[in-house]
Every structure is written in C-alpha cells, then in structure tokens.
C-alpha cells in the first residue's frame, strides 16, 4: 500500500520530524487533511501522545479545525521507505538497485522533501527522478561486460576488467552518489555493447577488448576503486570520445592494410601483364634472326640468283608484315595497361589523404616501380618496331655485297 498519504501529511504540518522509524507531524484537521489522516490509518501509532491500537475506532471528526500531534510507524521493508536525505537513500539503494533496473521503488526524501511513486501522476518532477533509473540501468550494463565481480570488499559492487597484454586489472567499486546525478549523460555506448544481438555485430569483439583498454588507459592514476568508478560516471562523455576515437584508429588501421594488400595486388597485376606483353612479343620476334640466318646460308651456297632474291624478299616482306601487325596489338594492349594504371592512381589518390604515412610512401614507391616499369617496356615495343626491319636491311645489304 502507498503511503502517499504521509507525505501529504508531512507538508500540510506545521511542525514535523523523522525519528529512526517513526514520523511525527503536527497538524490542524481540516475536511481536506480528514480523508488524507484516514487513509494512513495503518501507519498510525499515537494521537497527542495516547497510543493507538490497529482495532481502535478512531472518530477525526472531532478533531476537525483542531491541531493534533500524529506519530507513524513509517514502512521499512525493502527500499520502499522514507529516508533522512538524497545521501541516506543512495548510500542503501546502492547495495539493492539492480533489481529495479525498470522502475524505481516508492520513496521519500525527507530533508529535500522530495517524494517518488511509480504513479506518475502523484510523483514529484524532478532531474534525479529521470536520471536515476539511466543510471541505475548503465551501471547493469557495466556490470554484464565486467570480466567477474569481485565480493572480498563487502556489500559494494566490485567490477573487474581485465585489458589484456599483461596490464593490470581495471577494479570499480560501485556506489551510488548525488553527485553521480548532477548532470544527464549519454550512454549509448554501453547499449552498442550490451545488445541482445551485439556478438553477431561487426568487429564486436575488437570493440569490447578496445573498450577494456581504454577503461585502463583512462583510469590509469586512479587511487582507488571507488575514485575510479566515481571518475568513470561524472566523466563518461571524456572516455566515450576516447574509446571512439580509439576504435577509429583500429578500424582505419584495418582499412589501410585493406587498401595496402589491394594495392600490392594491383601493383602485381599490372606487372605481370606488362611482362606478358614483351615476353609474348620477344619469343615471335625470334624468326627475325632466323630469317637472317637463312639468308647468309643461302648466299653462302651460290644460290644468288633473281628467282631467290625474289622468294627471299617476298618471305621478308610476309614476316615483317606479321610482326609489324604483332606489334600493333601489343601496343594496344600497352595503352589499355596503361589507361588502367592512371584509372588506379586516381582512384588511390582520392583517398590519400586519409592514409597513415607509411602507406602514403608505399604508394609513391608503387608509382615510381610501375612508372619504371611502363617506361621500360615501352622502349622494348620501339625497339621492336626497328628490330623487325633487320631482315630487308639484310637482304639488301648481302644484294650489295654480292
């Protein structure tokens, strides 16, 4: 049963005090307060100083327009309770909050007199009363991706991380405060790492072991559990941007080894294609010495006459013209390499920017490789254009001799 009805009692009296577990308040009995003084009838223990007994039959209408001193025994079970102040509630709530992760339980601070009930419309409205049960609930949150609670230190929650790489434990010793809710904080990056779902996340388990690390990398300096926890909620915004800007640097560490493997790939196919393309042209050309051999041991033989000379210049000129075609689709082939390699590095240095430094110079080293590279095999395909005349160079060269 609420006990709404003592808080309306408290602020209607004139004179009022909370005495371990009695609440004593004097009141003049008006036709409002008649109803209120009924219906905390359970509560009651004494009528100026006369005690009363449950199966009394009590007649307020003859205190009516009267002032009485009323004394209650105030409920004490469970957190359900009046207590002296904010640090009174806190300091006990603190050992029993984790079972009202959903809704606080009925309450009422006396000292700043401030009354809560899950009846809304009979709650008071107040910042403490929405950021509590936030509170409450991110410190669940914390406590579920602990590694294990510790209990050696008594009724406090004692959390436990562990950063890994042979770093010392992260330890919290949870409890509550005024201070802890004296501004609203977002933590929705406990909710990112807490989700029913969150395992089957993206990079889920780098983000947890990155969260672990931060927690040591900022609470480092810390002289307690109790001032690292303390630390930990008042400034949450601080360690949230560290541990973002933390998983960034991972996640953009992964990134670049992505785009240096997919570099070194594209450095390679392009290599490997160039050297296609002189290879398949150098075994072809090898009927060019072939035609000039045939030619020496012809002539040598004496064999020098018109028909010949005819059939060797028809058979040089067919050769040539292979060759020169050969070389054609070779340098084709050349120009769409080469198109390719300009498509590459724009592409590269669109987001070159964003890369670390060390990929930056592995790119300039790709470029000068590649640029190296084309230049060479660019020469070889003018050689080859020159190369494949030797043959009629020849012919006439052994007709002059002759």
Known sequence: MSFYPLVQLRRASSDSKLDGAEFKCEVKVTDQLLSVIQSSRM?????????????????????????????????????????????????KFSKSFSRFTESLPEFYLFDEDLYFTPELEKSDKNDLFSRLPVLIKSITKLEKVAHYHDGKNGADRTLVYLPGEQKNPV????????????N????????????????????????INIFYASLHEYLTGSNNPNEAFFKLITTWPSFAELFRNNIQTYLSGFSFQKAKKEIVEAELELSEKL???????????????????????ILQKGTFDLFVILLLLIGVIVTIVLMYGLLVSQQNKYESLLKAKELMFNSIDGNEMDYPTELKDEIEKMKLRLGIHFESSQKWLKGFRLAIFSPLVAIALFTICA
Do not use: M, W
């Open 275 to 297: 050297t296609n393309l002189t290879s398949d042209i150098v075994f072809k050309l090898f009927s060019v010495p072939a035609s000039i051999i045939a030619l020496a041991a």
């Open 43 to 91: 509560y009651l223990r004494e009528v100026d100083g006369s005690i009363i007994d449950k199966s009394d039959d009590i007649n307020f209408e003859s205190y009516k327009n009267k002032s009485i001193k009323l004394t209650f025994k105030i409920p004490r079970k469970d957190s359900t309770q009046f207590y002296t102040s904010l640090e009174v509630f806190l300091d």
């Open 184 to 207: 609203d904080i977002n933590f929705s990056l406990l909710d990112e790492l807490t989700s029913d779902d969150c395992e089957f996340n993206t990079h889920y388990s780098e983000k």
């Open 171 to 182: 330890v919290l010793s949870v409890h509550l405060t005024k201070e802890l809710l004296c």
